[in-house]
């Protein structure tokens, strides 16, 4: 077993709906909605008041990659691998509850890169990016790594880029962030690693951010990891890219003997709350510019949720207090703040609206904030402490998450948008 360092435990983030009021802020948004309802709210003080919900479609640009749920702009729905280590995906509708494979061959097994919808080694990130499938592979017993694409109409998978070790002792493997105005964004990975006591130890990493230019081929390195843990990519549009980089506070104690001395059950987590330090920037990506969003002076409060950007918006907190940076203007827009009294909080961004959770060990509240207009429409958590829906993914139309049911366990489920921000959740569906 490798040992790889992990700054934090992942956590779900996931929101609400129901309408308790809404609220403005003057600023301009995304584009025009794909829908748009008026509906009535229940403010709790006894008068109604018309609340509109809009949804708004897919980002074109900034398009994130993953294998779990990955928007298919073209069906309206979902591309998935139906397993962990899978070679193939799978295209789910939630809208006729349907999941089939895109093989357009009659009897195909679906078990090479012949089939469509194989591609010929462990997806490890995928993307569907103006009409064609972007995949980021393994293969040769995942120690390397090949960047692919095929249209997503069918057709022979072509190799844009790839990565072999030079030794027996080394593995390539490399990450996929996603597309954005005609470049993919990769991390390009070496590691190196010994035997020690029968155990396969990492004893040395290389890891670097590039751009791949789709046209010409053009593998371009942003950043590296040579003064230390390579920043975090939140998010590209055009030529600006909004990077997080973090560092140990002066004078903290290691991580290992700080948790020795800590309570039961305390996480690397905890420890990050109170010792690292955070840096959130722009940096223009052709002139190498670089424009701080937080410095790290700053409460900048993390999430370990992964929607951090959507379209052209990062969105991240500072105290109590929930932003969007608008990578296109290079603006930052104050959208919510949270109660004094709270001691948690997370927040996400789908659906061009900011997700905000807070509260405290026994509530939770949660808002979805639309970025266009300002407006909040507070989802219902029903009376528990975590949230009824956690929204974790989005297609047009629908967001698929884990739904909490009457026995307190969850559920993975689907929901339309619609039914999500009006808290029916039970209109959700497997």
Not at 150 to 156: D, E, K, L, Q, Y
Not at 169 to 188: H, Q, W
Not at 301 to 307: E, L, N, R
Request: hydrophobic share 35%.
């Amino acid at each position: 077993m490798k040992k790889r360092f992990f700054a934090f435990t992942v956590c779900m983030a996931a929101l609400l709906a129901s309408f308790t009021g809404c609220y403005s802020a003057q600023k301009d948004g995304p584009s025009a909605p794909a829908s748009s309802q008026t509906v009535q709210s229940d403010s709790g003080s006894g008068a109604e008041e018309p609340v509109e919900i809009k949804t708004y479609p897919l980002p074109e640009e900034n398009v994130q990659a993953n294998i779990i749920y990955v928007p298919s702009p073209s069906t309206g729905g979902f591309w998935t691998c139906a397993v962990f280590n899978a070679k193939t995906i799978q295209a789910y509708d939630p809208a006729t509850k349907t999941a089939y494979f895109p093989c357009y061959q009659a009897g195909c097994k679906h078990n090479d890169a012949s089939c469509t919808a194989n591609f010929g080694g462990v997806i490890s990130g995928l993307a569907e990016y103006r009409g064609n499938f972007y995949a980021m592979i393994y293969y040769n017993d995942d120690t390397a790594s090949a960047f692919v694409t095929r249209p997503v109409s069918g057709g022979p998978l072509q190799i844009l880029a790839s990565w072999e070790p030079e030794n027996e002792n080394e593995e390539c493997r490399c990450g996929f962030y996603g597309l954005s105005f005609g470049k993919a964004y990769l991390t390009v990975s070496k590691e190196t690693y010994a035997t020690e006591d029968g155990q396969a130890v990492s004893v040395k990493e290389e890891n670097s951010k590039c751009s791949l230019d789709l046209k010409t081929g053009e593998l371009v390195e942003i950043v590296n990891d040579a003064d230390g843990i390579l920043p975090a990519l939140y998010g590209v549009w055009e030529d600006i890219a909004v990077y997080q980089t973090l560092k140990t506070a002066e004078g903290a104690p290691e991580l290992e003997d700080w948790l020795a001395q800590q309570p039961e059950g305390t996480t690397s987590y905890q420890y990050g709350l109170q010792y690292y330090e955070y840096r959130l920037y722009a940096k223009n990506l052709k002139t190498g510019e670089e424009r701080t969003i937080v410095d790290e002076s700053e409460n900048f409060v993390w999430t370990a949720d992964p929607h951090k950007s959507w379209g052209q918006y990062v969105v991240y907190q500072i105290d109590r207090s929930v932003y969007v940076y608008d990578m296109e203007t290079q603006t930052s827009e104050k959208l919510f703040t949270h109660d004094p009294g709270w001691n948690f909080y997370n927040y996400m961004i789908q659906d061009g609206h900011v997700m905000v959770i807070g509260g405290t060990e026994d509530t939770c509240r949660a808002w979805a904030v639309d970025i266009a207009d300002g407006s909040v429409i507070e989802l219902d958590t029903r009376g528990g402490n975590v949230v009824a829906f956690g929204a974790n993914y989005e297609c047009n139309g629908y967001f698929a998450g884990l739904k909490r049911n009457s026995s307190g366990d969850f559920e993975q489920c689907y929901i339309s948008k619609e039914d999500y921000y009006r808290s029916n959740y039970d209109a959700a569906f497997r």
